[in-house]
């Protein structure tokens, strides 16, 4: 449904059929010139993607100071290197001439090895584990033979992601459609159950004992969850599927732990909770007397900690952490926090437990029976992740974002077990990829900063040294004319907390024209968006830097209510979300603008998807004098999936008051400007509905807009698909909001 055109845009529209009559070569010639700048912008999108670097994590042999890692740079291109840390040396495993002949005389014909080559090492830590073409093999480190496996064979299943190997290499854990099996070192099924799609079988990351005694398995029903329509329109006869969604106030996924005894091929079911929650398997005391499980209650206020016997499955509540005002976890805990919230120290008689009680992220030591025994960090400054402990147990390695002058890095620091300051061990700043050796005496580190591609070195805890072993290989961006985006600092809509953002130019930006503005946004909750490394972290900071190819300046803004810093900064729109972010994005878009005379705050346009298509329409919908066009990709709602919205805005039945305020379609009749909304009909994480209540809302209202609806697509439409997506935001600015004056 278009909207009404502007009178810039009919006197524009006039402009171009006049020229059509008189001039037709120029309307051409005009069409060739955007359809250049549109492949200019799509290949700016994908810039990432000509940067050359070390993107499969280096692993260290159990014994030494060495670890491999697979490299795309030259001297050693597309084979394993070995380094070793002591003696500041590497050297390939084997030729890259080497590997490719074996492989060739294996597959019949030359191979093309890929930039990406994850790997793991045999039990007996002889030889390493890879794929190629989806054909397994074994490399021996001392022989340099490569040999093909079995598709059959456990190693080789051991490559696919959602398979478990047992700690001795004795057994795997395999999904098989909606059940599971173990198989032994022969492939032999030794145990296995049978699920339907509804009532499947799951096996999680960390499911074996250390001593391999006990498998830990989910059972998840979701028979009782409310399922979405998703209809196939390929042809006239249309066909209709359901996919389980637990949208806001409605019932969740119900799962049931399990642990498979292998000596006995028992499988132990442990009871489960009568109220409605999420449940993560956590790991293992070190002895294997106890699994350990999370358990979140549905509105983000409860964080329990249950040890479970894997004979009996009984259980027990070790830890139990408590929000009322607020809430412990929400989406950002759910999908990689949790995995970060315990830590089982070797002594089997303690645990490290992440906490924010004190306002800031930070490492509390316990015991077993749940007593507090310290706390281990302390300080106005997060504390991302436990990476590792000293094997005497007197000290313990952490990521965590302590200066001041940067919030958002993460770098590594030392800390004693017994508390006390952080010892800064990353001298570099940016964001840290970390991984220490058994002996924690070396680290690998990967690192970078926004103006810097990473570089991957070698350092000691112990302070001396560091040398480089790789740096990518950023020459192709040249072609790209990639510069990084301007940093900037401003002040939140309360006009005291600092906000950080960046500007992206185009890549013949002129300081002399006036540029319009496109805000491209997120602003959910649970994730930053911001790029503080090179390449950065989301989608949106290529989206951006792709848009202003197109002659725009394109702002990008972590605002208050986003995670990564205090919890008070995170908690200021707990129960109201929706009503403090535009007004952040507004004040840091009129203060960037203030000291750069090149941002023409009169066109400014606001681009989201996903949560960050709900903020695109509440833009739209609640500054509708300053945001003269937006765009939104498959908006979520406050009425959509259940863990984005509950743990953030409090039970439904609790806070009716705040979902309504945080309703876009209540405010239909507030639109002013243009605006277009897309959606892919399978969508599965934001449903359909939301964009087509609100269609009903605007029709309802009278407002004019467009609507691009892509049958058989899901949340993230790619390949050509997604290029029609993308171009069709670019197109819609610059019809909107013009070109560079």
């Known amino acids: 449904m278009p909207h009404s055109p502007s009178p810039r845009t009919r006197g524009l529209s006039l402009l171009l059929l006049v020229m059509g009559l008189f001039t037709p070569w120029r309307a051409t010639a005009s069409e060739d010139a955007l359809q250049t700048r549109l492949d200019f912008s799509d290949a700016a999108l994908q810039w990432p993607m000509r940067i050359r670097d070390t ?25 394993w290197v070995l380094v070793d840390a002591r003696r500041k040396t590497q050297q390939p495993l084997l030729s890259p001439e080497s590997l490719r002949d074996q492989l060739a005389r294996v597959f019949g014909k030359p191979v093309a090895l890929s930039g990406f080559m994850p790997f793991t090492f045999t039990s007996d830590a002889r030889g390493i584990v890879f794929a190629v073409q989806d054909r397994a093999f074994t490399l021996g480190l001392s022989d ?71 498998l830990a398995v989910w059972r998840e029903d979701t028979r009782g969850v409310h399922r979405i329509p998703l209809v196939d329109y390929g042809t006239a006869l249309e066909k209709v599927t359901f996919a389980p969604y637990s949208k806001t106030g409605t019932p969740l996924m119900r799962s049931e732990l399990h642990f498979v005894t292998m000596e006995t091929g028992q499988v132990t079911p442990v009871p489960r909770e009568a109220a409605e929650g999420y449940d993560w398997f956590a790991g293992w005391r070190p002895d294997g007397s106890e699994a350990l499980v999370l358990q979140l209650s549905r509105d983000g ?28 976890g929400a989406l950002d805990f759910a999908v990689d926090g949790w995995s970060r919230q315990v830590k089982p120290l070797p002594d089997n008689q303690h645990f490290l437990w992440m906490s924010e009680r004190d306002g800031w992220r930070h490492v509390y030591l316990y015991d077993f029976s749940g007593k507090l025994v ?71 580190d990967g690192h970078s900063t926004r103006e810097q591609p990473r570089a991957w070195d070698v350092a000691s805890t112990d302070g001396r040294q560091s040398f480089r072993y790789a740096k990518a290989d950023v020459s192709a961006l040249a072609a790209l004319h990639y ?65 202003a190819q197109m002659g725009f300046i394109v702002m990008m803004l972590d605002a208050r209510g986003t995670p990564g810093r205090s919890k008070a900064f995170q908690d200021v729109n707990y129960g109201r979300v929706g009503q403090t972010e535009i007004p952040d994005h507004v004040a840091a878009l009129k203060q960037a603008g203030a000291s750069r005379p090149y941002m ?41 999936e259940a863990i984005i919205n509950e743990p953030n805005m409090g039970l439904l039945t609790e806070n009716p008051a705040g979902y309504a305020a945080g309703s876009n379609e209540a405010l239909a009749g507030k639109l002013q400007g243009a605006l277009k909304m897309m959606h892919g009909t399978s969508d599965v994480n934001a449903s359909l509905s939301t964009t087509m209540r609100m269609a009903e809302a ?38 909107e909001l013009g070109a560079p004056r």
Request: proline share 10%; glycine share 8%; charged share 25%.
């Open 144 to 214: 340099r033979r490569v040999v093909a496996l079995e598709p059959t064979d456990p190693l080789a299943l051991s490559l696919r992601p959602d398979n478990v190997m047992s700690p001795d290499g004795k057994a795997l854990a395999v999904p098989r459609d909606a059940g599971f099996a173990v198989l032994d070192a022969r492939g032999t099924a030794r145990v296995g159950r049978a699920g339907t799609e509804d009532n499947a079988w799951r096996v999680p990351p960390s499911a074996w004992s250390p001593q391999g005694r006990f």
């Open 483 to 547: 510069t990084p985006p301007e940093a900037f600092t401003v002040k939140a809509a309360d006009g005291t907390t600092p906000l950080y953002g960046v500007l992206y130019k185009p890549w013949d930006f002129d300081p002399k024209k006036r540029y319009p503005v496109i805000d491209v946004i997120y602003a959910g909750p649970f994730i930053t968006v911001v790029p503080w490394s090179y390449v950065g972290g989301s989608a949106e900071s290529r989206i951006a830097h792709s848009l």
């Open 600 to 640: 023409d705050l009169e066109r400014v346009g606001l681009h989201g998807h996903s949560w960050g298509g709900y903020f695109a329409l509440r833009g739209m919908l609640t500054a509708p004098e300053f945001f003269k066009a937006g765009y939104a990709g498959a908006p979520g709602a406050l009425t959509e």
């Open 301 to 328: 206020k409860r964080l329990d900690l249950v040890a479970v016997e894997p004979t009996t499955g009984k259980h027990r509540r070790v830890l139990r952490e408590e929000r009322p005002e607020t809430f412990v």
């Open 698 to 735: 605007l029709v309802r209202a009278n407002k004019h807009f467009d609507l691009l609806i892509m049958p058989g697509e899901g949340h993230s439409p790619a390949g050509p698909s997604g290029r029609y997506y993308l171009d069709d935001v670019r197109r819609f600015f610059l019809r």
């Open 374 to 444: 310290r706390q281990v960090t302390r300080g106005p400054f997060p504390v991302q992740a436990v990476v590792e402990v000293a094997p005497r147990g007197d000290a313990l390695y952490v990521m965590a974002s302590a200066e001041r002058a940067a919030p958002y890095d993460r770098l590594l620091y030392r800390v004693a077990m017994k508390g006390g300051a952080l010892e800064r061990l990353s001298p570099e700043p940016g964001l840290h990829r970390v991984v220490l050796s058994p002996s924690t005496r070396y680290f690998v």
């Open 55 to 79: 993107l499969a994590p280096p692993r260290w042999l159990p014994e030494g100071e060495r670890f491999m890692y697979w490299s795309v740079l030259e001297p050693h291109r597309d084979t």
